[in-house]
């Protein structure tokens, strides 16, 4: 994405203001007016002290009073440009977590947590960094050299002529260092990356780290990269060093220039003393402005990359996205068909081959097959965390793709065999399943899913903060919860897949009774290892590699002595809890 581009994608973000950006645009003309006032006033003085005292004062005080206007708009635009910058930053904070929460699993698995915070975080910084220096700074400079130019040229066109090589050779060197160093650049940005989600790996799995004494070896590993940043960042200072001695060189030789050839125009009479001196004011005003702009080019360079990451990901489209004005799912009683169902993560290797299944509002169903048989894939398309690539799912005869994905997933409660917990208390891990509900509800759902002993034993009760990914609880601890989460969502819909797999068999006992009346009239789906779950269940949906290998009641399976059978047989599945505890 070249520069200017993405520096107009990045003014852009400030739409949502414009009143007050086009204000500031104004004040910005002000200040920039003052800047080529202030050099013709002393140069006027200059001429007028040698002649008339009088008009000198008078000269004077108008520089004064136009100086004053100037502090005074400088003052209004840095006052109101921080508060519009720290505005946008956290609008645009608000932005890219809504957007990127919002895109596909299969994005979030390709992308580590940790690369998508630094590139928010980086991104988001400099921003700020943008929008406040292009109203404090770049913007008057721009207006300085638009209205500058067009004036040095009517005062004398042979002294404005080096003001202008100065600026062609500005922009010469500026571009040259961009296009020489850019691949470079975005090269040690990557590395960048590569540091956070190394980092943000090691933090994710402190534990493992530890106690397979790999502290010293990550170490290692970092330091390693952190030095690959360097080698292939320093080429590319030595660049942009170099232009900065360049660029300062020309500009000191383009003062000397101004002198001289000012010098020779005096003794010819095409100029006065005070013109040389507006002249000699302008090219400082202006010297200083373009070094000013060159320092901001080299910082926008330096950032490019990484505020092209952060718009790539906002240019990310989510791969799940309702149809325009489609309707919600309302009065669900929970018939559910999947017809000639099939996907795959990989197109090459489809995960689901033509699914076919009905089940009636009500009822509970039993997936089981061997491990990688497709059961969490295929109840994953149920709640659209994927759309099938052929066939399709109804639920009460209505395509769930013909639906708004909110209505859809209000009305299917999931526990997930890895139940997720938030950094956050228990009341709020909890509040999850239902923002609304009250302490009651909360109390009620927490006894059901046999939760109120632990959490009355944690220091705070339901205050009592849960660590990252609710390391701080147990296994046991951590399921409870996200049952009893599932209760409050009070959903027709439910999804349970290995929803007691971390219980002891005998709190499995109590957890099953609470389960047994939250499925109660609503239809069911169990990623089942206990056999009182299968041999209970409604209909028994037997995958192997994808494909629906096997249907029925579990009676009728073992008799059909297939797959199922031999599952049975081999002790794939858990003894009943009741046994194991009777």
């Known amino acids: 994405m070249p520069i200017l581009r993405l520096y107009v994608r990045v003014l852009g973000l400030l739409a949502a203001e414009r009143t007050l950006a086009i204000t500031l645009a104004l004040t910005n003309l002000a200040v920039a007016c003052v800047f080529f006032i202030e050099p013709m006033l002393f140069g006027k003085v200059v001429d007028a002290l040698s002649g008339d005292s009088g008009r000198a004062m008078r000269l004077i005080v108008l520089w004064a009073i136009v100086g004053f206007l100037g502090v005074a708009a400088g003052v209004w635009t840095s006052l109101y440009a921080d508060r519009l910058a720290h505005r ?141 940043v360097l080698d292939a960042q320093y080429p590319v200072l030595r660049g942009w060093a170099l232009l900065s001695v360049l660029n300062r060189a020309a500009s000191t030789l383009t003062i000397v220039a101004i002198f001289a050839l000012g010098s020779s125009l005096h003794t010819q009479g095409e100029i006065t003393v005070g013109g040389i001196v507006s002249f000699v004011g302008f090219s400082m005003l202006l010297i200083g402005r373009l070094e000013q702009f060159a320092a901001f080019i080299s910082t926008l360079f330096f950032q490019t990359q990484s505020l092209e990451d952060f718009f790539a990901v906002l240019d990310e489209r989510p791969a799940i996205v309702d149809k325009p004005n489609a309707p919600a799912l309302t009065g669900v009683r929970g018939e559910v068909v999947f017809d000639h169902v099939s996907f795959g993560y990989d197109p090459v290797q489809p995960a689901l081959h033509d699914l076919s299944f009905n089940v009636a509002a009500g009822s509970t169903i039993a997936l089981v097959g061997p491990t990688g048989a497709g059961k969490t894939t295929a109840l994953s398309l149920l709640y659209r965390a994927y759309d099938p690539s052929e066939g399709r799912i109804t639920i009460d005869g209505q395509d769930i793709r013909e639906v708004s994905l909110e209505s859809l997933r209000k009305n299917i409660g999931v526990v997930f065999q890895d139940p997720g917990m938030f950094y956050r208390s228990i009341l709020e891990n909890l509040r999850v399943g239902n923002p609304d509900a009250d302490l009651t509800q909360i109390e009620a759902a927490v006894a059901a899913a046999e939760a109120t002993g632990f959490i009355a034993r944690k220091p705070e009760g339901f205050e009592t903060m849960v660590s990252e990914r609710g390391r701080s609880l147990s296994g046991g601890e951590r399921q409870r919860l996200a049952i009893a989460r599932a209760m409050l969502k009070n959903a027709p819909i439910l999804v349970l897949d290995e929803a007691t797999s971390a219980l002891d068999n005998a709190t499995e006992v109590r957890i099953q009774r609470a389960l047994n009346a939250l499925t109660k009239g609503r239809t069911t789906f169990v990623i089942a290892h206990r056999l009182s779950t299968v041999r209970h269940a409604d209909m028994i949906l037997v995958l192997d590699q994808g494909r629906l290998v096997e249907s029925g009641r579990f009676d009728e399976l073992i008799r059909l002595g297939g797959l199922f059978a031999q599952l049975a047989a081999d002790g794939k599945f858990a003894p009943d809890a009741e046994e194991a505890t009777a």
């Open 88 to 228: 946008r930053r956290l609008a645009a904070i608000a932005l890219y977590f809504e957007h990127a929460s919002a895109l596909s699993l299969g994005f979030h698995s390709d992308h580590h947590t940790g690369r998508l915070a630094r590139i928010m975080n980086m991104g988001v910084g400099n921003l700020f960094g943008l929008w406040l220096s292009f109203f404090r700074d770049h913007l008057s400079t721009l207006f300085a050299i638009v209205v500058m130019i067009p004036v040095a040229l009517w005062m004398n066109w042979k002294l404005a002529l080096l003001m202008i090589a100065l600026m062609i050779m500005f922009a010469v060197t500026n571009a040259v260092a961009i296009r020489r160093t850019h691949k470079a650049q975005g090269e040690v940005e990557d590395l960048h990356n590569e540091i956070a989600t190394r980092a943000g790996d090691v933090f994710g799995n402190v534990s493992i780290v530890q106690s397979f004494t790999r502290l010293a070896a990550e170490a290692v590993a970092l330091k390693e990269m952190m030095a690959r």
